[in-house]
Protein backbone atom coordinates (compact mmCIF):
# COMPACT_ATOMS: atom_id res chain seq x y z
CA UNK A 1 0.00 0.00 0.00
CA UNK A 2 1.77 3.08 -0.94
CA UNK A 3 2.47 5.88 1.73
CA UNK A 4 0.56 9.11 0.18
CA UNK A 5 1.81 11.98 2.46
CA UNK A 6 -0.06 15.20 1.95
CA UNK A 7 1.82 17.34 -0.08
CA UNK A 8 2.09 21.21 -0.71
CA UNK A 9 -0.83 23.70 -1.98
CA UNK A 10 -0.18 25.23 -5.38
CA UNK A 11 -1.03 29.14 -5.95
CA UNK A 12 -4.97 29.38 -5.37
CA UNK A 13 -5.81 31.76 -7.96
CA UNK A 14 -4.98 29.52 -10.72
CA UNK A 15 -6.79 27.54 -12.11
CA UNK A 16 -9.57 25.01 -11.09
CA UNK A 17 -8.97 21.69 -8.42
CA UNK A 18 -9.67 18.51 -9.81
CA UNK A 19 -7.75 16.41 -7.17
CA UNK A 20 -6.52 16.33 -3.84
CA UNK A 21 -3.38 15.88 -4.56
CA UNK A 22 -3.62 19.96 -6.28
CA UNK A 23 -6.15 20.70 -2.58
CA UNK A 24 -3.44 19.36 0.42
CA UNK A 25 -1.26 21.53 1.24
CA UNK A 26 0.62 22.88 4.07
CA UNK A 27 -0.18 26.32 4.87
CA UNK A 28 2.82 27.21 7.12
CA UNK A 29 4.50 28.14 4.03
CA UNK A 30 1.82 29.78 2.41
CA UNK A 31 2.56 33.26 0.74
CA UNK A 32 -1.13 34.12 0.10
CA UNK A 33 -2.08 35.21 3.37
CA UNK A 34 -2.38 38.91 3.82
CA UNK A 35 -1.87 41.22 6.23
CA UNK A 36 -4.05 42.28 9.21
CA UNK A 37 -4.05 45.63 10.77
CA UNK A 38 -5.59 45.27 13.88
CA UNK A 39 -9.44 45.30 11.78
CA UNK A 40 -8.91 49.21 11.27
CA UNK A 41 -9.26 51.12 8.17
CA UNK A 42 -6.34 53.45 7.49
CA UNK A 43 -7.21 56.67 5.43
CA UNK A 44 -4.31 57.00 3.24
CA UNK A 45 -5.68 59.67 1.00
CA UNK A 46 -5.16 61.76 3.54
CA UNK A 47 -1.43 61.77 2.79
CA UNK A 48 -2.38 63.29 -0.56
CA UNK A 49 -4.39 66.46 0.92
CA UNK A 50 -3.27 69.60 0.68
CA UNK A 51 -4.52 70.78 4.22
CA UNK A 52 -1.61 70.19 6.25
CA UNK A 53 -1.54 69.75 10.29
CA UNK A 54 -1.39 73.08 11.95
CA UNK A 55 2.11 72.23 13.71
CA UNK A 56 4.15 71.67 10.62
CA UNK A 57 6.93 70.17 13.20
CA UNK A 58 4.65 67.35 14.47
CA UNK A 59 4.95 63.70 12.74
CA UNK A 60 1.57 63.40 10.60
CA UNK A 61 -0.63 60.19 11.62
CA UNK A 62 -2.80 59.41 9.11
CA UNK A 63 -6.83 58.89 9.94
CA UNK A 64 -8.62 55.51 11.31
CA UNK A 65 -12.17 55.39 10.36
CA UNK A 66 -14.32 52.65 12.65
CA UNK A 67 -17.21 52.38 11.01
CA UNK A 68 -18.43 48.41 10.71
CA UNK A 69 -19.39 48.57 7.34
CA UNK A 70 -15.77 49.37 6.55
CA UNK A 71 -14.62 47.00 9.18
CA UNK A 72 -16.43 44.02 7.47
CA UNK A 73 -15.50 45.14 3.81
CA UNK A 74 -11.74 45.22 4.97
CA UNK A 75 -12.28 41.66 6.57
CA UNK A 76 -13.06 40.15 3.90
CA UNK A 77 -10.78 41.08 1.29
CA UNK A 78 -7.82 41.57 3.82
CA UNK A 79 -8.43 38.53 5.74
CA UNK A 80 -5.52 36.77 7.51
CA UNK A 81 -7.14 33.61 6.31
CA UNK A 82 -7.40 32.53 2.35
CA UNK A 83 -10.79 32.39 2.31
CA UNK A 84 -11.41 31.48 -1.45
CA UNK A 85 -8.53 28.34 -0.95
CA UNK A 86 -10.50 27.29 2.13
CA UNK A 87 -13.87 28.26 0.24
CA UNK A 88 -12.86 25.60 -2.40
CA UNK A 89 -12.32 22.74 0.37
CA UNK A 90 -15.42 22.80 1.42
CA UNK A 91 -17.16 22.86 -2.00
CA UNK A 92 -14.87 19.70 -2.81
CA UNK A 93 -16.03 17.79 -0.18
CA UNK A 94 -19.96 18.77 -0.57
CA UNK A 95 -19.31 18.08 -4.51
CA UNK A 96 -17.53 14.79 -3.86
CA UNK A 97 -19.19 12.98 -1.04
CA UNK A 98 -22.01 14.54 -1.22
CA UNK A 99 -23.53 15.20 -4.87
CA UNK A 100 -26.96 16.47 -5.64
CA UNK A 101 -29.31 14.96 -8.54
CA UNK A 102 -32.03 16.85 -10.32
CA UNK A 103 -35.40 15.11 -9.73
CA UNK A 104 -36.43 16.56 -12.62
CA UNK A 105 -33.82 15.46 -15.16
CA UNK A 106 -32.43 11.98 -15.38
CA UNK A 107 -29.04 11.48 -13.97
CA UNK A 108 -27.94 15.46 -13.99
CA UNK A 109 -25.69 16.19 -11.17
CA UNK A 110 -26.33 19.49 -10.00
CA UNK A 111 -23.36 21.57 -10.49
CA UNK A 112 -23.83 25.51 -11.42
CA UNK A 113 -23.86 27.80 -8.94
CA UNK A 114 -25.50 30.97 -7.30
CA UNK A 115 -22.50 34.08 -6.62
CA UNK A 116 -24.79 35.61 -3.99
CA UNK A 117 -26.01 32.04 -2.47
CA UNK A 118 -22.93 29.97 -1.64
CA UNK A 119 -25.19 27.60 0.16
CA UNK A 120 -27.82 27.03 -2.85
CA UNK A 121 -26.94 25.09 -6.14
CA UNK A 122 -29.12 24.51 -9.15
CA UNK A 123 -29.48 22.29 -12.16
CA UNK A 124 -28.42 23.77 -16.01
CA UNK A 125 -30.99 22.53 -17.94
CA UNK A 126 -33.91 23.23 -16.14
CA UNK A 127 -32.82 25.28 -13.28
CA UNK A 128 -33.56 23.33 -10.44
CA UNK A 129 -32.59 24.55 -7.33
CA UNK A 130 -31.93 23.19 -4.27
CA UNK A 131 -29.58 23.43 -1.02
CA UNK A 132 -26.26 21.83 -1.43
CA UNK A 133 -26.02 21.69 2.86
CA UNK A 134 -28.91 19.06 3.11
CA UNK A 135 -28.41 16.00 3.82
CA UNK A 136 -24.79 16.85 5.22
CA UNK A 137 -22.99 17.12 8.00
CA UNK A 138 -23.34 20.58 7.17
CA UNK A 139 -26.90 20.58 7.23
CA UNK A 140 -28.27 23.93 8.43
CA UNK A 141 -24.70 25.14 8.44
CA UNK A 142 -24.99 29.21 9.49
CA UNK A 143 -21.31 29.79 9.70
CA UNK A 144 -19.33 30.76 6.23
CA UNK A 145 -18.34 27.70 4.46
CA UNK A 146 -14.83 28.87 4.28
CA UNK A 147 -14.50 27.70 8.58
CA UNK A 148 -15.58 24.02 7.41
CA UNK A 149 -12.63 24.09 4.90
CA UNK A 150 -10.59 25.63 7.35
CA UNK A 151 -10.85 23.30 10.35
CA UNK A 152 -10.69 20.25 7.46
CA UNK A 153 -7.34 21.61 6.42
CA UNK A 154 -6.10 22.38 9.78
CA UNK A 155 -6.87 19.12 11.05
CA UNK A 156 -4.67 17.25 8.60
CA UNK A 157 -2.07 18.94 8.50
CA UNK A 158 -1.45 19.54 12.93
CA UNK A 159 -1.85 15.59 12.41
CA UNK A 160 -1.21 13.88 15.04
CA UNK A 161 -2.13 16.80 16.93
CA UNK A 162 -5.46 17.03 17.39
CA UNK A 163 -7.61 20.21 16.68
CA UNK A 164 -9.13 21.27 20.19
CA UNK A 165 -12.44 23.49 19.91
CA UNK A 166 -10.97 25.69 21.68
CA UNK A 167 -7.83 26.73 19.41
CA UNK A 168 -10.90 26.75 16.83
CA UNK A 169 -12.87 29.25 18.88
CA UNK A 170 -9.07 30.95 19.57
CA UNK A 171 -8.27 31.37 15.71
CA UNK A 172 -11.14 31.94 13.69
CA UNK A 173 -12.73 34.43 16.44
CA UNK A 174 -15.72 32.55 17.34
CA UNK A 175 -17.61 31.76 20.31
CA UNK A 176 -16.66 28.14 21.88
CA UNK A 177 -19.82 26.52 21.31
CA UNK A 178 -20.09 27.42 17.54
CA UNK A 179 -16.84 25.95 17.85
CA UNK A 180 -17.89 22.63 19.27
CA UNK A 181 -20.27 22.73 16.89
CA UNK A 182 -18.45 23.15 13.94
CA UNK A 183 -16.05 20.29 15.29
CA UNK A 184 -18.70 17.94 15.53
CA UNK A 185 -19.74 18.62 12.22
CA UNK A 186 -15.78 17.35 11.18
CA UNK A 187 -16.30 14.56 13.48
CA UNK A 188 -19.62 13.92 11.37
CA UNK A 189 -17.54 13.71 8.16
CA UNK A 190 -14.86 11.45 9.36
CA UNK A 191 -17.36 9.03 10.24
CA UNK A 192 -18.91 8.89 6.80
CA UNK A 193 -15.92 8.46 5.28
CA UNK A 194 -13.91 6.42 7.22
CA UNK A 195 -15.76 3.10 5.93
CA UNK A 196 -14.43 3.78 2.41
CA UNK A 197 -11.00 3.19 3.73
CA UNK A 198 -12.47 -0.10 6.03
CA UNK A 199 -13.73 -1.51 2.92
CA UNK A 200 -10.50 -0.34 1.10
CA UNK A 201 -8.13 -1.96 3.58
CA UNK A 202 -10.60 -5.60 4.09
CA UNK A 203 -9.90 -5.93 -0.10
CA UNK A 204 -6.29 -5.03 -0.36
CA UNK A 205 -5.58 -7.73 2.59
CA UNK A 206 -8.32 -9.85 1.36
CA UNK A 207 -6.09 -10.03 -2.06
CA UNK A 208 -2.87 -9.97 -0.51
CA UNK A 209 -3.51 -13.05 1.85
CA UNK A 210 -5.27 -15.47 -0.40
CA UNK A 211 -5.01 -18.75 0.41
CA UNK A 212 -2.11 -18.05 2.88
CA UNK A 213 -1.19 -20.26 5.76
CA UNK A 214 1.46 -20.28 8.25
CA UNK A 215 2.69 -23.08 9.80
CA UNK A 216 0.66 -24.37 13.01
CA UNK A 217 3.02 -26.46 14.76
CA UNK A 218 6.11 -23.99 14.34
CA UNK A 219 6.56 -19.91 14.12
CA UNK A 220 10.51 -20.96 13.00
CA UNK A 221 9.30 -19.39 9.45
CA UNK A 222 7.38 -16.73 10.32
CA UNK A 223 9.90 -13.87 9.89
CA UNK A 224 10.44 -15.28 6.17
CA UNK A 225 6.73 -15.10 5.23
CA UNK A 226 5.92 -11.85 6.67
CA UNK A 227 8.66 -10.26 5.24
CA UNK A 228 6.82 -8.49 2.40
CA UNK A 229 3.56 -9.03 4.11
CA UNK A 230 1.17 -6.43 5.91
CA UNK A 231 1.49 -7.11 10.00
CA UNK A 232 -1.60 -6.68 11.18
CA UNK A 233 -1.68 -6.15 15.55
CA UNK A 234 -4.73 -6.11 17.82
CA UNK A 235 -5.06 -4.89 21.15
CA UNK A 236 -7.50 -2.97 23.91
CA UNK A 237 -6.48 -0.17 25.54
CA UNK A 238 -7.83 2.54 28.49
CA UNK A 239 -7.79 6.04 27.02
CA UNK A 240 -9.31 7.77 30.18
CA UNK A 241 -10.06 6.12 33.49
CA UNK A 242 -11.38 6.91 36.68
CA UNK A 243 -8.84 7.58 39.51
CA UNK A 244 -9.71 6.87 43.16
CA UNK A 245 -10.20 10.66 43.73
CA UNK A 246 -13.20 10.73 41.31
CA UNK A 247 -14.68 7.40 42.60
CA UNK A 248 -14.90 9.27 46.28
CA UNK A 249 -11.83 6.54 47.27
CA UNK A 250 -13.90 3.70 46.68
CA UNK A 251 -12.45 0.33 45.27
CA UNK A 252 -14.18 -0.97 42.53
CA UNK A 253 -14.74 -4.99 42.79
CA UNK A 254 -17.58 -5.42 40.25
CA UNK A 255 -15.57 -5.27 36.84
CA UNK A 256 -11.93 -6.49 36.50
CA UNK A 257 -9.12 -6.21 34.28
CA UNK A 258 -8.81 -3.06 32.25
CA UNK A 259 -12.44 -2.37 33.06
CA UNK A 260 -11.96 -2.18 36.18
CA UNK A 261 -10.80 1.37 35.37
CA UNK A 262 -13.55 2.73 33.68
CA UNK A 263 -16.80 2.28 36.20
CA UNK A 264 -17.42 3.70 39.07
CA UNK A 265 -17.86 1.06 42.30
CA UNK A 266 -21.51 0.04 42.48
CA UNK A 267 -21.97 2.74 45.86
CA UNK A 268 -21.46 5.13 43.11
CA UNK A 269 -24.58 3.55 40.36
CA UNK A 270 -21.68 1.76 38.90
CA UNK A 271 -21.81 3.81 35.64
CA UNK A 272 -18.99 4.25 32.93
CA UNK A 273 -17.29 7.36 33.16
CA UNK A 274 -14.03 6.24 31.40
CA UNK A 275 -13.00 5.19 27.70
CA UNK A 276 -12.10 1.89 26.62
CA UNK A 277 -11.08 1.60 22.87
CA UNK A 278 -10.00 -1.53 20.18
CA UNK A 279 -7.57 -1.05 18.07
CA UNK A 280 -6.97 -2.61 14.36
CA UNK A 281 -3.50 -1.93 13.26
CA UNK A 282 -1.40 -2.50 10.00
CA UNK A 283 2.41 -1.82 10.48
CA UNK A 284 3.15 1.52 8.48
CA UNK A 285 -0.97 1.52 7.20
CA UNK A 286 -4.13 2.31 8.22
CA UNK A 287 -5.37 2.15 11.98
CA UNK A 288 -8.82 1.71 12.93
CA UNK A 289 -10.22 2.17 16.77
CA UNK A 290 -13.44 1.17 18.08
CA UNK A 291 -14.67 2.29 21.78
CA UNK A 292 -15.88 -0.66 23.58
CA UNK A 293 -17.87 -1.83 26.68
CA UNK A 294 -15.77 -4.38 27.72
CA UNK A 295 -13.35 -6.70 25.88
CA UNK A 296 -15.30 -10.08 25.93
CA UNK A 297 -15.74 -12.13 23.09
CA UNK A 298 -18.61 -10.88 21.90
CA UNK A 299 -18.03 -7.57 21.76
CA UNK A 300 -14.78 -7.73 19.97
CA UNK A 301 -15.05 -10.94 17.96
CA UNK A 302 -17.28 -8.96 15.71
CA UNK A 303 -14.73 -6.02 15.02
CA UNK A 304 -12.52 -8.24 14.09
CA UNK A 305 -14.18 -10.02 11.76
CA UNK A 306 -15.81 -7.43 10.10
CA UNK A 307 -12.40 -5.49 9.21
CA UNK A 308 -10.19 -8.61 8.65
CA UNK A 309 -10.56 -11.35 6.01
CA UNK A 310 -10.30 -14.88 7.36
CA UNK A 311 -7.27 -15.39 6.28
CA UNK A 312 -5.06 -12.85 7.82
CA UNK A 313 -2.48 -13.14 9.99
CA UNK A 314 -3.41 -11.82 13.49
CA UNK A 315 -1.19 -10.95 15.99
CA UNK A 316 -2.05 -10.19 19.64
CA UNK A 317 -1.08 -10.79 23.16
CA UNK A 318 -2.63 -13.56 25.02
CA UNK A 319 -6.09 -11.62 25.65
CA UNK A 320 -7.54 -13.38 22.97
CA UNK A 321 -7.39 -17.62 23.87
CA UNK A 322 -10.55 -17.90 21.51
CA UNK A 323 -9.54 -16.12 18.40
CA UNK A 324 -7.47 -19.33 17.14
CA UNK A 325 -10.77 -20.77 16.35
CA UNK A 326 -11.32 -18.01 13.72
CA UNK A 327 -8.69 -16.84 12.58
CA UNK A 328 -6.24 -20.20 12.01
CA UNK A 329 -3.35 -17.84 11.39
CA UNK A 330 -3.65 -16.04 14.67
CA UNK A 331 -0.36 -15.79 16.92
CA UNK A 332 -0.34 -14.24 20.38
CA UNK A 333 2.91 -13.63 22.66
CA UNK A 334 2.64 -13.57 26.43
CA UNK A 335 3.68 -10.83 27.86
CA UNK A 336 3.99 -12.31 31.23
CA UNK A 337 6.70 -14.56 30.27
CA UNK A 338 8.78 -16.17 32.89
CA UNK A 339 12.70 -16.38 32.36
CA UNK A 340 14.44 -19.84 32.83
CA UNK A 341 17.23 -17.47 34.59
CA UNK A 342 16.58 -17.19 38.12
CA UNK A 343 18.56 -14.00 38.29
CA UNK A 344 15.84 -12.62 36.40
CA UNK A 345 11.71 -12.64 37.38
CA UNK A 346 10.37 -11.44 33.53
CA UNK A 347 11.91 -13.58 30.66
CA UNK A 348 13.72 -10.93 27.71
CA UNK A 349 11.32 -12.22 24.60
CA UNK A 350 8.19 -11.22 26.35
CA UNK A 351 7.30 -8.53 24.10
CA UNK A 352 8.42 -10.75 20.64
CA UNK A 353 8.90 -14.23 20.45
CA UNK A 354 10.10 -15.84 16.98
CA UNK A 355 8.81 -12.53 15.04
CA UNK A 356 5.29 -12.43 16.87
CA UNK A 357 4.63 -9.18 18.55
CA UNK A 358 1.42 -6.70 18.35
CA UNK A 359 4.00 -3.34 18.96
CA UNK A 360 1.97 -1.74 15.88
CA UNK A 361 -1.27 -1.55 17.97
CA UNK A 362 0.65 -0.62 21.03
CA UNK A 363 2.66 2.55 19.13
CA UNK A 364 -0.92 3.62 18.09
CA UNK A 365 -2.09 3.60 21.59
CA UNK A 366 0.76 5.72 22.27
CA UNK A 367 -0.11 7.90 19.47
CA UNK A 368 -3.93 8.11 20.66
CA UNK A 369 -3.21 8.90 24.13
CA UNK A 370 -0.71 11.60 23.59
CA UNK A 371 -2.89 13.35 21.13
CA UNK A 372 -6.23 13.00 23.08
CA UNK A 373 -3.96 14.56 26.00
CA UNK A 374 -5.29 17.85 24.85
CA UNK A 375 -8.82 16.97 25.06
CA UNK A 376 -8.48 16.74 29.05
CA UNK A 377 -11.46 14.61 28.97
CA UNK A 378 -14.32 13.22 26.78
CA UNK A 379 -17.49 11.77 27.72
CA UNK A 380 -17.67 7.79 26.38
CA UNK A 381 -20.97 8.69 24.82
CA UNK A 382 -19.07 10.86 22.12
CA UNK A 383 -15.70 8.71 22.55
CA UNK A 384 -16.89 7.12 18.85
CA UNK A 385 -16.58 10.42 17.20
CA UNK A 386 -13.35 11.12 18.50
CA UNK A 387 -11.95 8.13 17.63
CA UNK A 388 -13.23 7.94 13.99
CA UNK A 389 -11.89 11.32 13.55
CA UNK A 390 -8.17 10.18 14.50
CA UNK A 391 -8.56 7.58 12.93
CA UNK A 392 -9.82 9.30 9.60
CA UNK A 393 -7.03 11.61 10.05
CA UNK A 394 -4.38 9.22 10.14
CA UNK A 395 -5.30 6.66 7.19
CA UNK A 396 -5.46 10.25 5.47
CA UNK A 397 -2.02 10.82 5.91
CA UNK A 398 -1.04 7.26 5.48
CA UNK A 399 -3.14 6.18 2.42
CA UNK A 400 -4.30 9.61 0.96
CA UNK A 401 -7.29 11.51 0.08
CA UNK A 402 -6.93 9.99 -3.73
CA UNK A 403 -8.03 6.92 -1.79
CA UNK A 404 -11.57 8.50 -1.60
CA UNK A 405 -12.17 7.92 -5.48
CA UNK A 406 -13.54 10.75 -7.46
CA UNK A 407 -17.78 11.50 -8.27
CA UNK A 408 -16.97 14.89 -10.11
CA UNK A 409 -15.73 12.28 -13.24
CA UNK A 410 -18.84 9.81 -12.52
CA UNK A 411 -16.11 6.89 -12.89
CA UNK A 412 -14.38 4.73 -10.09
CA UNK A 413 -10.73 4.64 -9.06
CA UNK A 414 -8.94 1.69 -10.02
CA UNK A 415 -6.69 1.08 -6.86
CA UNK A 416 -3.28 -0.70 -7.46
CA UNK A 417 -5.14 -4.32 -6.67
CA UNK A 418 -7.60 -4.17 -9.13
CA UNK A 419 -10.08 -3.12 -6.49
CA UNK A 420 -13.25 -0.41 -7.41
CA UNK A 421 -14.27 1.65 -4.69
CA UNK A 422 -17.26 4.42 -5.41
CA UNK A 423 -16.92 7.16 -3.12
CA UNK A 424 -20.55 8.68 -2.98
CA UNK A 425 -20.67 8.78 0.51
CA UNK A 426 -24.75 10.09 0.21
CA UNK A 427 -26.92 11.08 -2.37
CA UNK A 428 -29.57 14.08 -1.91
CA UNK A 429 -33.33 14.08 -2.30
CA UNK A 430 -36.49 13.07 -0.14
CA UNK A 431 -36.94 9.74 1.27
CA UNK A 432 -33.09 8.65 0.39
CA UNK A 433 -30.34 7.72 3.31
CA UNK A 434 -29.15 9.52 5.98
CA UNK A 435 -25.94 9.29 7.88
CA UNK A 436 -26.23 6.77 10.78
CA UNK A 437 -24.12 9.21 13.06
CA UNK A 438 -26.12 12.07 12.41
CA UNK A 439 -29.24 10.46 13.49
CA UNK A 440 -27.71 9.30 16.49
CA UNK A 441 -26.26 12.89 17.39
CA UNK A 442 -29.51 14.33 16.72
CA UNK A 443 -31.26 11.75 19.14
CA UNK A 444 -28.51 12.67 21.74
CA UNK A 445 -28.84 16.16 21.49
Excluded at 323 to 349: E, M, P, Q, T
Excluded at 395 to 400: L, Q, R, T
Aim: glycine letters at 4%.
Amino acid sequence: MQNNRISKFPVVSSGNYTTWSDLCISPRTNPHQTQFHNGFIIDRDLKKRKNKPKNSGAEFTPKIEQTPSLIRLFEKNNSPFNIPFYTKITKKILNEFYPKYCPHCENQILTKEISTRPDVIRCEICRYQCSRLSYTPLNHFKLPLWMFGFVFYESLIQYPKVLTSSEISRKLKISYKAASLLKRRFQLLCSDLLPIYKDLTFKVLETQFKDFKLDPNSDSALTRKMARKPYVCADSAVLYSASQRANKGRARYRKTGLTASIYLSEKLGGKQVGTLFHSIAIKNGPAFFTSVSNTKADTIGPLLVKQLPFSTPLFTDEGYPWLFGVYKNHRSVNHSAKSKDNRYRLAKNRWCKDGVHNQVAEGNHRLVKAAFSAYGYIRPEFSQLYLDEFSFLKNANVIGLEALGSSETGEDIRNSDGVHYSAVVRKSGKGLQNSVVFKQLIRKT
